[in-house]
Each structure stands twice: as C-alpha cells, then as structure tokens.
C-alpha cells in the first residue's frame, strides 16, 4: 500500500460490530440536529465572540469547512453552524490566535488536497471572520497548524506539518498584524509529518518545536538556538511509536519542565517521555495505555487535584478516554472510558465549556452516521462525565449515480445512492434542460447504499428503481406506483451477504427484467423475474469464485442473449460469463485480463465500430482506463490496449457518443485526484486521444455515467463524489458534425412512437443509423444505405424507454433522442 493511501486510510479505519454506551451515561442531547459537517476531523475551542465563554471550532474533511458554534448562554448550549471558509480543501486541522494582535481571536486551517496553511481574520471580535488570507499553498499535503512566538517579538508565528514532503516548517509574522513572511524549514526528515506543537522544551526561555510523523515513527523536537527562530537539528525522541499521529507536551512529573505525550495509530499506543533534566533529555516510553486506533491527545488536570491527567481518542474503538495521574509524578491509572459512540474519534480536547470552574471534554468524530462535534459535561469536577451532547452531526457520501426518466415527462431525470445517509433518492429534472428539483427520497432504509440501477421491473410501462446495500445485505427494489415518481415501499429480492452492486437485463430471454448482483461474499448471482411484475425467484450462483466489484450485461458472442462481464478488485481480473443456452444458463468464467491492479469497473460498447461489444475497465492501483477488443464477435478477446494511466485511483468507467461523431467515447471517474474526464475515440477504431478533464472538483469521485440531461440532443456526463456528497453534471457544449448540414433537414417522427419510426432527409442521403439504448447497446443498426433520402424503423419490439439515434449522411451525424412508447 502507498505511503498516501496508507496515511487517507486513516480516516475511514472502522469498526464494524455493534456497540453500547456505559450505562452510567445518560441519554444523548442533541443541540443541531441533520447539521452540515462531514468527515469531522479536527476540533479546537476559543472565546470567539469575545463573550468570556468558549466556543467551538471544527474542520470537516469532505465538505472542506472551518466553522464554529457559539455557546449562547456559557454553558454549553450551542447555536447553529456559522462557516467560516469552504475554500480550505480537506481541512485536517484547526487553531485559534491572535493573529493580527487586535485583541480577538482569529482561526488558522491546514488543509490537504490544497496544501495551503491560511488564516481568517475575526473583523470584529464577535466571530465575523473575512476571506480566507492563505500564508502558503505549497505545503503538500499539509496535515497541522500551531501558533507560537516563534522568533520573540511579541507576536504570534506560524508552525505547519506537512505529511507529503516531510516538513516541519515555520512562517514570520512580520508585522504583528498577519502579514507572514517565507516558508522557513525547521527540517525535512519527519518523514509522513502530521503533528506539529511548539513549548519551552530545554527551559531557556524560548519556544521549541516538536513533531509527529507517521512514516517513520518518530516523535522528535528541534531547539530553537537563538531565541529568533534558528533551528538545530531533529532530536529524535523515539522511534518506537508506529504510525506516530498526535504530540502533545506539559509537565506530566510535576518537576517543572515539559514531557512530552504522543498517540500512535499503528500500535495503539498513548505513550509519554520524561524530560529528564529539563533541557531535552528525554528517557524511554512509558506507555499509559493501548488504546485502538489511538489518535489524538491531549493534557489536562480533569479531576481537579492540581495535577495533569491525560485525555485520549481512538478510531477503532470509538473511545473518548481519560487516564489519571495518581500520585502527579506520572503515575496513570486505567483507562476511564468517557464514551464509546464517538464513531471514528478523531480529536479530544479540553476547556470548561459551561462555566463552573472544572474542565469539561470535546470530542469529533467522522464514521459513517457519525461525523459529530460532541462535549461531555465534567459534571463533579472530579472526572465524572455526562451524557454526549452533540453540537453538529451530517452523513452523506455519494457513491452511485444513474439516468432514467422517472416522472414519465420525456426528459431524464437523476438517482443516487448514498452509504452515509442510506439514501435511494431521486432529482427531477423540471424543465427538461437540466434544471434539478430538491431531492426526493424513495428509501433511507439501504444501509450503506452502495449501488442504484433503473429499469421497467413490474412491466407497466414506467421504470422502477433498483438498489443494493452493504450492511443490511439487501438487494431491493422500489415500484414507481404512478409513473410519476411516487415510489411504493422496499421489496426485498435478496438478503445475500454484502452487496455491493445491482445490474438489470433480460437474462432469460423471457422479456422481462430479471436482476444481477456482485456481493463481498465472492458471489455474482440473478434473480429471475419470474411474472415480469417484480416476484423474484431465488438467488441463482453464476460464480462464487471471484471478489468482484462490479458487473455489468452485453451480448458478448453475438448470440442474442446477455452474458456477464466482471471485475474483480483483489483478484486484478476482467472476466466474462457466457449464457449458454440464452435462458440464464452461464458457463465458467472466461478471463480478459489479469493486468488490472484493483480493478474497480467493467462497461461494454461497439469502440472499434465493427458491430459487437468491446469491454472497457477502470482500475484504481495502477491508474488505467483500458478496452479489450471482441476480435471475432464470439467473446474472443484481444490484449489490453490502455487509454490512459492518468487517472489516479480510477473508480468508474462509461462509454457515450460525446461527440456526436457516431462512435463511442469513454468518460472516467478518478478517486485520488478528484477527476472526471473523457477520451475521443479519435477514428472510430478504438484510438483513443489524451485525457481532457471535465473537472478536478469531485472530491473523491466515485461514479461516473452520461445522458442527455438538457434535451439538446448531445450526450452530458453526470458524477457523484463521495467526500463533498455532491451530485453534479456537466453540460456537452461541444459543437457536432451535424452543423455541416445547412441547414439541418431530417426529420424523425413520430416521436414519441409506439412502433414505425420514419426518418426522412430531403436534402441528403442517408448513408446508415444506429439506434443504441442510454447505456450505449446497440440495438438496431442498419446496412449501408445507398441513395435513399428516407427510412423505417420498426421499433415496435423493443422495450418502453429513451433510445438514441445516431444518423449518417455524407455531410456529417447526427444523434437524436427517440422515445419509444
């Protein structure tokens, strides 16, 4: 695993069993409910409206926000959200100073996709903040934020930790008013850097520096020589805290110099380390605890005895934790849980959030349901702590997108599944030119919604909805009652362990819609629709020898029956499986390719314009988009011919005329650059032009799919991306060769139509049509066609739904939208 994915990976480190919160805590008290954070990361507190209480500071990872939350009465009864920034891309980190020596606290960010390390200033002291002012914006992969009067001048300096090029640095305030000054290297050898924390280690009156650093395990501090910022060289601590996350330092012994604390995720360690003659000297780890996933510390005298106690949080366990320092020498007693439903704690902190004189605990955490800003009330001052009290909660994640016309109006309208809400909604289209409505819910009952698919289940004329699931292990579907949207309740077709991914085709040959599934349990299966009205049969196994992740139908062999492609991320492996008898009997798997490294997605078209289906992959480790060429019609396949390796962490792949030139392009959906993008099929062949980016601002792209969102006639591209739970689209303003025709001529009609489809051009022949589905199968496709200015098409046998036609003259295509009644 690369360094970058083993260092992303921590945010979505889990623990997937059930838990319970200790009986002596009370019910949750929820002060914001469905509030606006996702994937919060790091918390701080501060008096931000100058009121003399403290409030709360939070960064979220996939909504990109710093925000705060005022405590209204002192306490710690907190108000809504107030964002800050939306500009700091992945924010992992959060502080508050005086900057600008105005007498008011203002707020620092370090994000990471952007590798900036900016402030906000408070403009009048009540928590208005102005523009986000960025101090630098090539920290890469910047992970922390500290401030400290780095260089003695009496104002407050700049410290980051940046994870992707190992730096520990620091910036001038030169002014004292927040101007700063040029990025100055502390060092470079914090290898996988993401602590960062600044005291008087050596006792001399100056500010040190410490750091944490994952890569190479290491919690080190540099001495600041001078006094004015000139730093020595590392001094390494130890080495022995694997996966080093969190540094902390106060005076643990009570001997008057300052320890050191550290967290570390890889051994699960909270550990400290005696300064042991007050100038940096520091003796070996003695471990308080091991608690899973440790990932944050932080230091505090919680049961008031005069003494510094230690607070922890960690991913794995869900724990919010506190260990007492019995005897003020460093002596810690068991762990005192504090709370168990902080689900992927991420940060812990202290401060008397209500007022009374003792220090109370915040915590943030980010899996799944989670993604909550929570505080427990100290409530004797001796360490006893009430019920959680959320002050923000969100859950999201788009992680699957489709096309369908829902409401019956002939335009195509949007549907999504989310993991983080559960959700199975839909977007109407309203005015049919890509103009959305708010989202309408079919189902918050898909835990961990991983897949959705349209189709025509019950055979009534409008499309169904389809889902899968991945907690609940369901295969559902949802009936369209009305043909206008309205959706009847969840009807199970399978409770099958795990799934992940749900497709639609006719795999009996009884014209009716049957249903395929990929699960974790190394299963493809179907689910024969046995009425055509949506009474599903049992599960039937195609292969349960494959850890697929995604599957989707074609007539690989010409035969006129669907069989199956996969791919399988673990086992690197494109697949096909034939139906052998065109009644969803299907043969042994038939390898494509094994030169995929996680492969993540399959999709079929006619690339090479030769009348059978080529088959397309995505595959996330070594960045590929590549096809496979049918070389005989009959599921023979040729060697992987790649498109591109410049999709970083490629998650999905789909195949549209883009350009309205009659063949078939690819578009793409990149996890770790945050990437849509699309390649010309430049001859109709399968030669593929470079990578032309739709858009870097899918945070963590995941789906990727194209239809005619706006009615114009041309193929859009739609996303979904899991980290800023968006769905979005883009519109085609590409011009086509269909502007060659002065003017434009052909007619179709009757459209919509219930069978004949004429086509007619007065002003040139027609040279030939395809008619394709939205998925891009070819359904009907004509001979050449030599001097005749018009056609028929008999569409009479083909199902109720959008169909595109592509028609060719000899001055140029065009591709229009044909609904079939």
């Not at 995505?618 to 060697?639: H, L, Q, R």
């Not at 591109?644 to 578009?667: H, P, R, W, Y």
């Not at 601002?697 to 006639?713: F, I, K, Q, R, T």
Request: overall charge negative; proline content about 1%.
């Amino acid at each position: 695993m690369s360094n970058m994915v083993k260092f992303l990976t921590l945010i979505f480190t889990v623990s997937l069993f059930s838990l319970q919160a200790q009986t002596t805590f009370g019910d949750q008290n929820v002060i914001i409910e469905n509030g606006s954070v996702d994937n919060a990361y790091s918390v701080y507190c501060a008096d931000l409206d100058g009121d003399g209480d403290m409030d709360v500071l939070s960064a979220s990872l996939s909504d990109d926000k710093i925000a705060w939350y005022e405590n209204t009465d002192g306490n710690g009864t907190f108000g809504a959200q107030q964002v800050i920034t939306t500009s700091a891309d992945r924010p992992g980190s959060v502080y508050s100073a005086d900057i600008d020596s105005d007498g008011d606290m203002d707020v620092l960010s370090a994000s990471w996709n952007d590798d900036k390390i900016a402030w906000y200033e408070n403009t009048d002291g009540s928590g208005t903040f102005g523009a986000q002012q960025v101090i630098i914006d090539t920290a890469s992969v910047s992970t922390s934020v500290y401030c400290a009067d780095i260089d003695g001048d009496g104002d407050m300096d700049i410290l980051s930790a940046s994870w992707g090029d190992n730096k520990i640095a620091w910036y001038e305030n030169t002014d004292g008013n927040g101007s700063f000054g040029i990025q100055q290297v502390i060092t470079t050898v914090a290898h996988g850097a993401h602590s960062v924390y600044s005291v008087d280690i050596d006792g001399d009156g100056d500010m040190d520096v410490l750091s944490a650093s994952e890569d190479d395990d290491k919690i080190a501090w540099y001495e600041n020589t001078d006094g004015n910022g000139t730093f020595g060289t590392q001094q390494v601590i130890t080495t022995d805290a694997d996966y080093a996350h969190s540094v902390y330092a106060s005076d643990l012994d009570g001997d008057g110099d300052m320890d050191v604390l550290s967290a570390s995720f890889g051994d699960d360690k909270i550990a400290w380390y005696e300064n042991t003659d007050g100038n940096g000297t520091f003796g070996a780890q003695q471990v308080i605890t091991t608690a899973a996933g440790a990932i944050s510390v932080y230091c505090v005298d919680l049961d008031g005895d005069g003494d510094l106690d230690v607070l922890s949080a960690s991913g794995d366990d869900n724990k919010i934790a506190w260990y007492e320092n019995t005897d003020g020498h460093g002596t810690f007693g068991a762990q005192q849980v504090i709370t168990t439903i902080a689900n992927g704690a991420n940060s812990v902190y202290s401060t008397d959030l209500d007022g009374d004189g003792d220090m109370d605990v915040l915590s943030i955490s980010s899996y799944l349901s989670d993604n909550k800003i929570a505080w427990y009330e100290n409530t004797d001052g001796n360490g006893t702590f009430g019920a959680q009290q959320v002050i923000n909660i969100a859950a999201d994640g788009a992680f699957s997108v489709f096309c369908a016309d829902i409401d019956s109006d002939g335009d195509m309208d949007v549907l999504s599944a989310s993991e983080l809400d559960d959700k199975i909604a839909w977007y109407e289209n309203t005015d049919g030119n890509g103009t959305f409505g708010t989202q309408q819910l079919i189902t918050t009952s898909a835990d961990c919604a991983s897949s959705v698919f349209s189709v025509d289940i019950d055979s009534d004329g409008d499309v169904d909805v389809l889902s899968a699931s991945q907690l609940d292990n369901k295969i559902a579907w949802y009936e369209n009652t009305d043909g206008n949207g309205t959706f009847g309740t969840q009807q199970l077709i399978t409770t099958d362990a795990y799934a992940f991914s749900v497709y639609c085709a006719d795999l009996d040959g009884d014209e009716d819609m049957d249903v395929l599934s990929v699960s974790v349990d190394h299963k493809i299966a179907w689910y024969e629709n046995t009425d055509g009205h949506g009474t599903f049969g049992t599960q039937q196994v195609i292969t349960a020898a494959t850890n697929a992740s995604s599957v989707y139908c074609a007539d690989l062999d010409g035969d006129g029956d669907m069989d199956v492609i996969s791919a399988s991320e673990y086992e690197a492996k494109i697949a096909w499986y034939e139906n052998t008898d065109g009644n969803g009997t299907f043969g042994v798997q038939q390898v494509i390719t094994t030169a995929v490294d996680d492969a993540c997605s399959v999709c079929s078209a006619d690339l090479d314009g030769d009348g059978d289906m080529d088959v397309l992959s995505a595959s996330s480790e070594d960045d590929k988009i590549a096809w496979y060429e049918n070389t005989d019609g009959n599921g023979t396949f040729g060697t992987q011919q790649i498109i591109t390796t410049a999709a970083n962490g490629a998650k999905s792949v789909f195949s549209a005329d883009l350009d309205g030139d009659g063949d078939m392009d690819v578009v793409s959906a990149s996890w770790n650059d945050d990437k849509i993008a699309w390649y010309e099929n430049t001859d109709g062949s399968g030669t593929f032009g470079t990578q032309q980016v739709i858009t870097t601002d899918a945070d963590y792209a995941h789906s990727v799919y194209a239809s005619d969102l706006d009615g114009d006639g041309d193929m859009d591209v739609l996303s979904a991306s899991f980290d800023d739970d968006k769905i979005a689209w883009y519109e085609n303003l590409l011009e086509t060769e269909i502007e060659t025709i002065q003017p434009c001529s052909i007619s179709i009609y009757p459209n919509p139509t219930n069978g004949i489809l004429m086509i007619e051009n007065t002003q040139w022949p027609i040279s030939g049509y395809k008619i394709s589905d939205i998925l891009g199968n070819i359904i009907i496709e004509s001979q050449q066609i030599t001097n005749k200015t018009s056609s028929q098409i008999d569409m009479s046998g083909m199902h109720n739904g959008i169909y595109l036609i592509n028609i060719q003259t000899k001055e140029g295509n065009i591709t229009e939208k044909v609904i079939k009644e």
